[in-house]
Each structure stands twice: as structure tokens, then as C-alpha cells.
């Protein structure tokens, strides 16, 4: 997919200006409230007329002032999830489900009902009343009417910001499968990090109404660890515990991590922040860290007053931090070995 | 209670078919102006709502004045339009009709327009984005959504259809048979000596179908709310 902007909007006291070229299939819009993302949302939508500027969408011109160009939003083809699920009050699931199954193209239609219900697990809800679903249940319908409309693009407004953290990282897995399942581009607009770094991986920057930047999840992590309160988080897909002591022991990059948070689930994510990593250059005889691994130090950069520190440990990565005299007294460069202590319970299962 | 000659009947039943026709032919251009006024950005967007509205403030005899001085034979409308078409209004039930769509359109119009205020706009987005069309999304989006403020709207419009009086008389006169409704006929009766007894009959009538018309409201109203 190819997004082609230049945008300009005069909201009063708020204008928009963006321009920008991105490619890819999984775009995040990253920003604070406020400065901007949803606007551009319903401009790119054709919900808001811009004041002047084109949009081309993969070389199609959706908007083009200087043409009079303005394809209505419901020719465009670009499918909005919203922050709040929308669905119909007086349709049941299914005809809200196939309220744009019905009005695309027949030549367009590339999502088959039945295996995105079961993606999204929905089939039990059909013939329910939307009144009777729980609040996830609501958004999971809402993104499968918006799948089942076979848009070229998906544009998620802020999906995720309505739910609670459990359901929240539920909803991701769905988004991840939906998208995963039926190759549908995406850009996922949020002011969340986190988010961005599950949901994106070209990522543009928005500030007070302008495109800051373009750059990656990962990029912007790391440039932002050093200011952030939580530092650099660690994201880790583990799977197939084996119960130790009360904990749970998951195999990761050839060796094994011991985690307290206990989980049910066969597979959990879980998150681990960059300040929780202790950095040792010898071998301790004895130490209270549950998880001791011996790494090489694959990267640093630097990040305000901080050095974080990418580790290898066998196939498995982390992001450590460390204030710049303790990566002195380290010797921490690239190459060298060290050794990261963390806590059983330094691990934090999102979700 | 006196016996209803034919003259009462027919005073009746032309003031259901006045109030009935005049809410019909009305709700096509009532739903017009709410939604334009709802949903639509246009210059003299104030001068539309002014001109909706005029009627509710207008002593109804201004607006039958008015009409007649518009509709009648040397009337603009009449002239140009209504004799062209060998269609003559004034002294007719069909007059009635149009005194009484005037009369109770602001009513109507306002009621429309506060149930499509309360449909939510992400939902018209969601339609549009799901590939409906603006007519589409009125069909199975706006209509659905505001079915009872359209109800409500319409109701409004025939209750005071049924209570109309003063454009009715100027434009529709006051014939027995021909465009003598309830309020005309009570208002012959009560000037005359021995017309009490049958004035407070038709009263009694009037009564009895109004609150039938409400509580028909109120039913619709709750069917409404259950399918929502």
C-alpha cells in the first residue's frame, strides 16, 4: 500500500498540515490528543472535506483540489474502526456485519464471512441484538462490518482507548489475526506507544498538526526511553509454560526465563521495562534475580542522559538502560559481554 | 345527547380526511426541511428555519389571509400555476388540506428534527464508510433512527389539524358539507340560540378522538422504543 498526503485544514483554532509518503502495510499515526490524527482520519475517510491538498492511494486520487477531485467516502474503499464500536442500535449482528458486505463491489469481495467469524469468533453472537453484547464483544462485530466491507484500507481510530487494559490486549490479538488472516493494509492511529509498537511498523510522528516525523515503532521507543517515566518497554510473545517453584518457566532465545505472573493462557505476552534490567560484568556466586543471562552487547544508543543497551542473548533481544558513567565503568560497547540480572517478577503479562 | 344529522357526520369525517391528508402530503417535505436543516451547511440556512417557523408565531388568520391573497384567482400561485391547471383551491376541502399543512408544519418539522438530532453522526460516518450512498444511509440509517420523532412529528400535525380554525375559515370558508370541519361547525352552533347541546356534542367528539390520536401515539411510541 502506498499513501500518498497532502492535506491542509483550518479547523478555527486548530489547523492541519500533513504531508507525507508512506508505504508499507502496517502504518501507525503516533501523537498526543489533540494534535491532529483523528482529522486526518476523516479527511483520508472523505468524512471531512480538506481545504485544499490531494490524497492518492496507492497512485488512485481520492482527493485532488487542484482537479476538483473528491471521491464520496462511500467510492473510496477506506474502512474506519472507530474508538467506540458504532454498530447499529436497530439491526442484530448479522445485518450489521453484512450492511457493507451487501454494498461492495461483488469483484471487490475478498473476505469470506464465515472464516472472519470465526477469526473474531463471533458466530455465537449472530442473531443477538447488539444491546446484548458485552463491550468487546461490540468491537470485535465492528471491526468484522468493517473487514467484511473488503476496504482497501483500514483506517483504526484510536480502536483500543475505550477498553479496559485486559480486553484491550484481547482486541489485539483479533486486530492482529483480522488483519494477518485477510491482508488488508492498516493504519492504526493511537497515542499510545505500546499500541504502536504491536499494531505498526512505519510510524508517523504527529504533533500540533503537523507530521513530525516518519520513522519506526522501534525507532521511537528507543528515542524516547530516555524521557519516558517507564524507560524502553520489552515486549515478549512467550508460550508453553512449565510450572517451577510457583512460577512459570518459558523457553526464550535458547534458554529459559522465569516469570511470577502466573497465566493460564498458552501463550501471553508480557512486557518488561528497560530500567528492571540490572547489568553485571562478571558472574555473581549468588543472586536474589531469578533470571541471570549471559549476553553480548549487540547495540547502544543513546537516548537523553541514557544508554540503552540492546542485549543477544542467544536468539532472544532486550533493551537495557543504564545512566552513562555506569556504561563507562561497564565498558559497555558493542560486542562486549555482560551478564543481565531481572526479577521473576519484573515481568509484566499484558492482557 | 342530540341526534348527529348528516351535516355533523360529514363535518367529522372531513375533519379526519383535512387532518389525515394535510399530515401525508406534509411528511415527504417535512422530513425534507429537518433534514436539510440538520444535516445540511447552505446559505440561508437562517431564512429556511425563519420561514419554517413563521406559521407557530402567525395568529393562524394572518397565514389564511395570506393564502387566500396567494391561492386565489388573482393570486400569484393562483394565476400561474393553480388556473394553467384548471385546479381551484379556495373554498374547497382541499384549501383546508393546505391552511392546515401550513399551520402545523413548524410542528412537525421541529419534532422530525429533534429525532434526527439525537441519531448519532459516527453512525451516518460508520454507513457512508461502509460504502452507502447519502440517499442509502437516509433509507436504512436516518429513517430507522428518527422513526420516532417522525411519529411524533406526525401526530403533533394531526391533533392540531384537528383543532384548526382560523386560516381554515379564511381560505376554505365555513360550507356545510363542503369544508365544514369540528371547530367550524362547533364555532356555527355555539353563535347560534339554540345550538349549545349540539356544539358541546362535537365537542365531546372532539375530544374522543383526540385522545384516541394520543394514546395511538403513545402505542407507536413504545413499539418504537422496543425495537430500538
Not at chain 1, 439491526?91 to 464465515?114: H, K
Request: proline share 4%; glycine share 8%; with cysteine.
Amino acid at each position: 500500500m502506498e499513501l500518498d498526503v497532502d492535506l491542509h485544514k483550518n479547523l478555527g483554532a486548530f489547523s492541519l498540515d500533513a504531508a507525507f509518503t508512506v508505504q508499507g502495510e502496517r502504518i501507525g499515526v503516533f501523537g498526543p490528543s489533540g494534535s491532529g490524527k483523528s482529522t486526518l482520519a476523516s479527511l483520508l475517510a472523505g468524512l471531512q472535506r480538506p481545504d485544499k491538498g490531494h490524497i492518492r492511494l496507492d497512485g488512485e486520487v481520492l482527493y485532488d483540489s487542484s482537479c476538483a477531485v473528491d471521491v464520496p467516502p462511500e467510492r473510496r474503499r477506506i474502512g474506519i474502526v472507530f474508538q467506540r464500536p458504532h454498530l447499529f442500535p436497530h439491526m442484530n449482528v448479522r445485518a450489521n456485519l453484512l450492511y457493507g458486505f451487501r454494498r461492495s463491489a461483488p469483484s471487490d469481495r475478498r473476505i469470506d464471512f464465515d472464516s472472519l467469524v470465526e477469526v473474531l469468533q463471533i458466530g455465537h453472537l449472530l442473531s443477538r441484538g447488539v444491546h446484548n453484547l458485552s463491550g468487546g464483544e461490540k468491537q470485535r462485530v465492528a471491526i468484522a462490518r468493517t473487514v467484511l466491507s473488503s476496504p482497501r484500507l483500514l483506517l483504526m481510530d484510536e480502536p483500543l482507548s475505550a477498553l479496559d487494559d485486559s480486553l484491550k490486549f484481547q482486541i489485539i490479538d483479533y486486530l492482529k489475526a483480522a488483519g494477518e488472516a485477510f491482508r488488508i493494509p492498516h493504519l492504526f492511529i493511537s497515542h499510545s506507544l505500546l499500541e504502536m509498537r504491536i499494531m505498526a511498523d512505519r510510524v508517523l510522528a504527529v504533533g500540533a498538526g503537523r507530521i513530525e516525523a516518519q520513522t519506526t515503532a522501534e525507532e521511537l521507543a528507543r528515542s524516547r526511553m530516555g524521557q519516558s517515566p517507564v524507560g524502553y518497554i520489552n515486549l515478549l510473545r512467550l508460550a508453553h509454560p512449565r510450572r517451577v517453584d510457583g512460577m512459570s518457566a518459558y523457553a526464550w532465545g535458547g534458554t529459559e526465563l522465569l516469570i511470577s505472573a502466573a497465566n493460564e493462557r498458552p501463550e501471553a505476552l508480557f512486557e518488561l521495562s528497560s530500567k528492571d534490567i540490572i547489568l553485571i560484568k562478571q558472574h555473581p556466586d549468588a543472586i536474589s534475580a531469578r533470571n541471570l543471562l549471559d549476553c553480548i552487547v549487540a547495540d547502544t544508543f543513546r537516548s537523553g542522559n541514557k544508554v540503552g543497551v540492546e542485549l543477544a542473548c542467544g536468539g532472544g533481544r532486550l533493551v537495557a538502560e543504564v545512566v552513562q558513567e555506569a556504561a563507562r565503568d561497564l565498558g559497555i560497547e558493542t560486542g562486549s559481554r555482560l551478564f543481565a540480572a531481572i526479577k521473576a517478577s519484573a515481568f509484566r503479562r499484558l492482557g | 345527547m342530540p341526534a348527529f344529522t348528516s351535516a355533523e357526520y360529514m363535518a367529522i369525517l372531513l375533519s379526519l380526511k383535512v387532518s389525515i391528508v394535510a399530515t401525508l402530503v406534509s411528511l415527504p417535505f417535512g422530513f425534507g426541511a429537518a433534514y436539510a436543516m440538520t444535516y445540511r451547511q447552505f446559505r440561508g440556512k437562517v431564512l429556511l428555519d425563519v420561514a419554517v417557523n413563521l406559521p407557530l408565531t402567525l395568529p393562524p388568520v394572518v397565514i389564511g389571509y395570506l393564502l387566500l391573497l396567494l391561492l386565489g384567482q388573482r393570486g400569484f400561485i393562483g394565476r400561474h400555476l393553480l388556473q394553467p391547471l384548471g385546479i381551484t383551491l379556495i373554498f374547497t376541502w382541499k384549501a383546508a388540506v393546505v391552511a392546515t399543512a401550513v399551520v402545523g408544519f413548524p410542528l412537525m418539522v421541529r419534532s422530525i428534527r429533534l429525532g434526527m438530532e439525537g441519531v448519532d453522526e459516527r453512525l451516518i460516518q460508520a454507513a457512508r464508510t461502509l460504502g452507502a450512498g447519502w440517499f442509502d444511509t437516509i433509507v436504512t440509517v436516518i429513517i430507522p433512527l428518527s422513526l420516532r420523532g417522525i411519529a411524533a412529528g406526525s401526530a403533533l400535525m394531526f391533533a392540531r389539524g384537528l383543532g384548526e380554525f382560523g386560516a381554515t375559515i379564511v381560505v376554505a370558508g365555513n360550507i356545510p358539507g363542503v369544508t365544514q370541519t369540528i371547530p367550524l361547525a362547533i364555532y356555527e352552533y355555539a353563535s347560534s340560540p339554540d345550538g349549545d347541546a349540539m356544539a358541546l356534542a362535537l365537542c365531546l367528539v372532539s375530544v374522543v378522538i383526540s385522545v384516541v390520536v394520543l394514546l395511538l401515539h403513545e402505542y407507536l411510541n413504545r413499539r418504537i422504543a422496543k425495537a430500538d
